[in-house]
């Protein structure tokens, strides 16, 4: 019986393990605060005493407490604790009946029944991934079941067909892996080493590289106008600009030019793609900054640095890359040829034995994936063309990691490696200056990548190499919902194995609050068309609103959704850091007030724009031009005989604006329709403008229009002739009303560009 009850204080032991420290008070740094419980209880003991000591038997000596199990669960033995110092003389209860003898707690006798066993241990939550120093590399096993769980979990969230994703360190190949498949009906699994996915703008990097060993060669000078290594026929048009476009300008996107990209950057007809340099010829854009000022990302400008190392190089740019970067490191399923017929003018198609293997791309439509034609891109090939594996990719960081070099192979040489880590801007921190053409992306723990990210309308990539972890991550995906999956992959991949957990999210600023006004506003984006039809969409789509909440955080609602931030540092400094994460923003602010803002990834700026030129003024002007056309019809049949009577101006002046209301209601479903595809991006891209585009936009015109003959004839209409033969004050005023109505509707769609269906 004695050996039970010891096994019960034993178990009892582990239990109050934390309590029993601080109760022996000749071991503990302090005395024990008194229990609330013990106080209430009059008479009970204070502390747990020894069975012996309840019990003493002068004939028999005393037993030993059970000193191992207490020594196991980390505190002192009860015997340890006598020997040093014996407890405070407290009263025995009466005596009680010998058998079972009951068990104690620091509060007092337990009750006799049965004893119950020892209360369950919490469940503990599986260990994270231990952390690592920059100098440590991870272990291959954690890092696939890491990165397993982020994609199995984005996949099926998110409605991502298929992905692969690459990691290398210190040399090696740490994981290469496909997710999902590259065809469906039949299922075409993805195969990490043989599956092709469209990387996008990650083929610039490639475009860079040419470009640095052009430098190297000294064919190429970075500072000198870029019309120096073009054909005639390509040569950039001063347009206005003083300065020169220099090659320097295209590597961080400062060139100045307007960004287009409807109807031309993707074809699905191959019939329509053209060669390189009759693309840049019929495309040009207009240039809308001065070199430098601003860097805003250019498609355009990608293609003209590789227009101009193939012209420099005496190669056209497929082979140059082929020979000049592919071949040596042994890409042999990287191309940035495309699967087609053979067509003079053209570079020649793919290799056969890599076409049954690139995979297909898909929308998700909300009940299943629908496979879209191939995306044709070889007219910008230097800026968009390559299809490439993760296990080419692979081979592809660790030259970028090694310095230009891999295997034997050198790729360029040092300086230009240091040029890949060097920005050509000097932006906030936080903002990509380009280093040389590469992106530069601030990573979780205060470390630092360099790479690019690729998209495409079906396939997102991302590619980051993090020189001080000596580490690269790669992601591609073949599905257009995958675009935040490969954007916060590397982030969670660092975050996790090497940056220390932070508070988030991070406060608010109450001075913010005060200051809203300095911020709040709607901003328009530089990356956009600046004219015509294009540029009408993109100053309804590519807007941002910046509000403050009331506990002092600056919220951006834009296409990429909504996101928070809080001030880094003084508020006239502009800076701001994403509430959770470690995304930036950087305001430019001018007498307390923020002009325009920085995204992170430096591809373009926001600038804060008059209230004149926001979608919901367009959008309350289009809903009073609405009303008003409905009434102007509905009072055809609905006037009394006294208000049919007009003189001669009034009946013109009313047909005019009857033709009008018809004009604009037609305008508007027309434009109804269009928007009821903007939802696919490559309906939009291949059938722009679109029949009912420009039909509506001609429509609007003609109808903007006739409103200068209505507002011409306005006088005549109020002085009107005999009042038997005017119309009525009340009809006189809902003339003019409707007058004034299409007059501001109509400056507003002039001013933003949709007045203009020859001009797409």
Do not use: C
Not at 8 to 13: D, K, S, T, Y
Not at 329 to 344: C, D, I, N, Y
């Amino acid at each position: 019986m004695r050996s039970t009850v010891f096994a019960v204080l034993a178990a009892l032991a582990l239990v109050v393990a934390p309590w029993a420290g601080a109760l022996a008070q000749d071991e503990a740094p302090k005395p024990a605060p008194k229990s609330a419980a013990a106080g209430a209880a009059a008479g009970l003991p204070r502390k747990p005493i020894p069975y012996t000591r309840l019990n003493a038997k002068p004939a028999k000596p005393k037993p030993k407490p059970a000193e191992g199990a207490a020594a196991a669960s980390g505190a002192p033995s009860a015997a340890g604790a006598a020997a040093a110092k014996p407890p405070p003389v407290v009263a025995a209860p009466a005596p009680r009946t010998p058998a079972p003898q009951p068990a104690y707690d620091e509060f007092g006798p337990l009750p006799q029944a049965k004893p119950a066993p020892p209360p369950p241990q919490p469940v503990q939550p599986p260990a994270r991934a231990q952390r690592l120093a920059s100098g440590q590399a991870m272990a291959p096993a954690e890092l696939e079941a890491f990165v397993d769980g982020v994609m199995k979990d984005a996949m099926g969230r998110e409605h991502i067909a298929g992905a692969a994703v690459s990691v290398v360190q210190n040399g090696q190949l740490v994981m290469k892996k496909g997710y999902g498949f590259a065809g469906l009906n039949p299922d075409r699994p993805v195969d990490p080493d043989r599956t092709l996915f469209r990387i996008g703008s990650i083929s610039k990097t490639f475009t860079w590289i040419a470009v640095m060993k052009e430098v190297e060669a000294g064919r190429i000078r970075l500072n000198q106008p870029v019309n120096l290594y073009l054909p005639e026929k390509a040569q950039v048009k001063d347009q206005g600009y003083d300065q020169p476009v220099r090659v320097a300008n295209l590597m961080d996107h400062s060139a100045g030019f307007e960004d287009r990209a409807l109807g031309q950057l993707f074809e699905r007809d191959f019939d329509r793609v053209r060669p390189l340099d009759l693309y840049l010829r019929q495309e040009r854009p207009r240039r809308v900054h001065a070199p430098g000022v601003v860097s805003s990302y250019s498609n355009y400008g990608a293609a003209l640095a590789g227009e101009a190392v193939a012209w420099t190089s005496g190669k056209p740019y497929e082979r140059l890359v082929e020979d000049e970067i592919l071949n040596p490191l042994g890409m042999g399923h990287t191309s940035f040829r495309e699967p087609h017929p053979v067509k003079a003018g053209l570079p020649a198609p793919m290799p056969a034995g890599l076409t049954g293997d690139v995979s297909d791309g898909y929308r998700w439509t909300g009940i299943g994936f629908h496979r879209r034609p191939y995306e044709f891109i070889e007219q910008i090939a230097p800026a968009g063309a390559g299809s490439s594996t993760a296990g080419d990719m692979a081979k592809y960081m660790l030259m970028m990691l090694g310095g230009g070099q891999l295997n034997g192979a050198t790729i360029y040489g040092p300086t230009t490696a240091e040029a890949f880590r060097t920005p050509l801007r000097k932006t906030p921190v936080g903002i990509n200056g380009w280093a040389h053409g590469l992106m530069v992306f601030d990573l979780p723990g205060g470390h630092r990548g360099y790479g690019h990210g690729g998209a495409t309308l079906s396939f997102f990539s991302n590619m980051v190499v993090v020189p001080d972890l000596n580490l690269g991550i790669f992601v591609t995906t073949n599905t257009d919902t995958a675009r935040p999956l490969v954007n916060r992959l590397p982030d969670r991949i660092v975050q996790h194995f090497y940056a220390p957990p932070e508070p988030f999210p991070r406060a608010g600023s109450p001075e913010l609050v005060g200051r809203a006004g300095d911020f709040e506003g709607y901003y328009l984006t530089t990356r956009r068309a600046y004219s015509g039809l294009e540029g009408f969409v993109d100053q309804l789509t590519g807007g941002a609103k910046v509000s403050i909440t009331h506990d002092g955080r600056l919220v951006t609602r834009d296409q990429g959704g909504v996101k928070t931030w809080s001030p880094e540092g003084p508020l006239d400094d502009g800076r701001f850091i994403a509430s959770q994460g470690e995304e930036r923003l950087a305001f430019d602010v001018a007498d307390g007030q923020a002009r325009a803002f920085h995204v992170a990834s430096g591809t373009m700026a926001y600038e804060r724009i008059s209230l004149w030129r926001q979608p919901n003024m367009l959008m309350l002007l289009a809903a009073l031009t609405a009303v008003a056309a409905v009434a102007t019809l509905a009072g055809v049949p609905l006037r009394n005989r006294r208000e049919f009577r007009q003189n001669q101006i009034q009946s013109r002046a009313s047909l005019v604006q009857t033709i009008q209301a018809v004009l604009w209601l037609t305008s508007f479903g027309l434009f109804s329709l269009f928007l009821g595809k903007i939802g696919d991006a490559a309906a939009v891209m291949y059938s722009w403008p679109g029949f009912s585009m420009v039909v509506a936009s001609a429509a609007a015109l003609v109808s903007a229009g006739l409103t200068a003959t209505t507002l011409l004839a306005l006088p005549a209409v109020w002085r009107g002739g005999r009042r038997v033969d005017s119309w009525t004050q009340l009809r006189k005023a809902g003339f003019t009303v409707t007058v004034l109505v299409y007059l501001a509707f109509s400056v507003e769609l002039a001013v933003l560009g949709a007045l203009s269906p020859w001009n797409t």
